[in-house]
């Protein structure tokens, strides 16, 4: 452990990542009277994390988050198969009751935007659901703005373009946290240490490492700055981890590569799931999940993941022109409008040809399809056929934590003074067969709770070189 350094500037909390985890949590310390210092290696001003970008629909497992605790607690059990483990479900089901209202207070405005239960609580107004541009307007965006204006506005200090490179701890137990600027290398010593800066969608090593030895070729349906720093570092300093091979995220169009204007939306999820999936070879891939997360997992994992494409018929098709019930963009026509890939043809025959296969290989494919108990059977043309590819939003796994957003070791005990919010920590979302339990209410929850937690660990006085304990 190393003795504390003059040149380090002394701060009592640091938060790594200016997203909605990171923005909560630092809001939040502000009103229980602790500063912090925030650094985000992005240099633009209300973010550019996944939040900005994303759907705005605020849930708890489908569940709005003032639902209640119990209903709440037992719908992620079960959509997780138990993996988030009693204590993280716990937690989340209750302290989730406080995010709307935590959030309304601080400006965020929201609506429902549908009937269903889980759009309840979506930001306001909402995104149509057009390309990967941002839309500073609207909801997402502007409920960023409004925690980051906050911030700010109490006296709070945020460091755009501060990439944290290093973590270690010092004599008297505090953190160093090293970060890169464009003026050089810098650091601060602090109480405690908040790591919120995302998962590591997009980089393409780490992806290869726990997730598929070709993840890296899926689509990055995400903001780019989700590079798993914050959770290389806490690996570093003997976090435990959990959950790293899975990832959330959609099948979307194979055109995607080229175009913006395919993702986020449309998915091509229920095309997939519900269809003959096959491989470039025309062979049948066996889809033995019912979500579309647990189905990118899988295809993440596979050779070639670009090489994949849905075969389905016109009842399908036409099924897929109906309402979104989360509100966002069907497929059908969003798909052709957007200049995605579909190919159609009266035979199966005409359909491999369209598609480069081998007639005898895909019509073989369709017909083990056919026979598989329980599935939708392609016999109604013209049939139609759409390129598809895995696109990864977040990684579900991360770093070990516990009720109190504390990190963990690999043993389960507590390194003190190190938290982890959002897609930087695990065990929240993530399950066999897919385990998805929403990454807004989730960030936001564990951020908030972070924050009561990082207040309440610097309350309690910790001894300094040349000091004793305070009493």
């Not at 640091?14 to 009277?33: D, F, K, P, W």
């Not at 199966?348 to 108990?373: F, K, Q, W, Y």
């Not at 929240?428 to 937690?453: E, K």
Request: neutral net charge; contains cysteine.
């Amino acid at each position: 452990m190393k003795p504390l350094s003059a040149e380090a500037e002394q701060r009592a909390c640091v938060v790594v990542g200016e997203g909605l985890a990171g923005m909560v949590a630092a809001r939040r310390l502000q009103q229980l009277g602790v500063s912090a210092t925030v650094l985000e290696k992005g240099d633009v001003e209300g973010g550019l994390g996944n939040t900005v970008i994303s759907g705005g629909i605020v849930h708890v497992a489908w569940l709005p988050p003032d639902a209640a605790v119990e209903a709440k607690r037992d719908r992620l059990l079960a959509e997780t198969d138990g993996e988030i483990g009693p204590e993280l479900a716990d937690a989340f089901a209750q302290m989730s009751s406080h995010v709307i209202p935590w959030l309304v207070a601080e400006g965020v405005r929201m609506r429902a935007k549908t009937a269903g239960p889980a759009t309840r609580w979506t930001f306001w107004p909402f995104r149509s659901g057009d390309g990967r541009r941002l839309h500073p307007e609207l909801g997402p965006g502007q409920a960023m703005s409004a925690l980051y204006a906050n911030f700010r506005r109490s006296g709070g200090t945020i460091v755009l373009g501060a990439r944290a490179n290093s973590l270690e701890p010092v004599a008297g137990g505090r953190w160093r946290v090293g970060y890169g600027t464009g003026d050089g290398p810098r650091s601060l010593l602090a109480d405690c240490v908040l790591l919120a800066d995302g998962g590591f969608q997009g980089n393409q090593e780490m992806l290869s490492r726990y997730v598929g030895p070709n993840a890296g070729l899926c689509l990055l349906r995400a903001a780019t700055g989700g590079t798993g720093d914050g959770l290389r570092l806490l690996l570093g300093v003997g976090a435990g981890a959990v959950g790293l091979g899975r990832v959330y995220g959609h099948l979307v169009s194979a055109t995607a590569l080229e175009s913006d204007e395919l993702w986020p939306f449309p998915h091509l999820d229920e095309l997939c799931l519900k269809g003959a999936l096959v491989s470039r070879r025309g062979d049948l891939f066996p889809v033995t999940v019912d979500s579309p997360e647990g189905l990118v997992t899988r295809l993440a994992r596979t050779e070639d993941p670009r090489g994949f494409a849905a075969i389905f018929d016109e009842g399908l098709w036409a099924e897929a022109a109906h309402q979104h019930t989360l509100g966002i963009p069907v497929a059908n026509p969003g798909l052709v409008e957007r200049g995605g890939h579909l190919c159609a043809s009266p035979t199966i025959d005409g359909l491999a040809a369209a598609l480069g296969m081998a007639e005898r290989g895909l019509a073989a494919a369709v017909d083990a399809h056919n026979c598989e108990p329980g599935s939708v059977p392609i016999k109604t043309p013209p049939y139609r056929a759409v390129r598809v590819l895995p696109g990864i939003t977040f990684t579900m796994g991360g770093a070990r934590i516990g009720p109190d957003a504390g990190v963990r070791g690999p043993d389960g005990r507590a390194i003190s003074g190190l938290y982890a919010a959002g897609s930087t920590a695990g065990g929240v979302n993530g399950g066999p067969r897919g385990g998805y339990v929403g990454g807004l209410a989730a960030a936001a929850t564990f951020g908030y709770i972070a924050g009561g937690s990082m207040a309440a660990h610097v309350a309690v006085p910790i001894s300094r070189p040349g000091q004793g304990r305070q009493p």
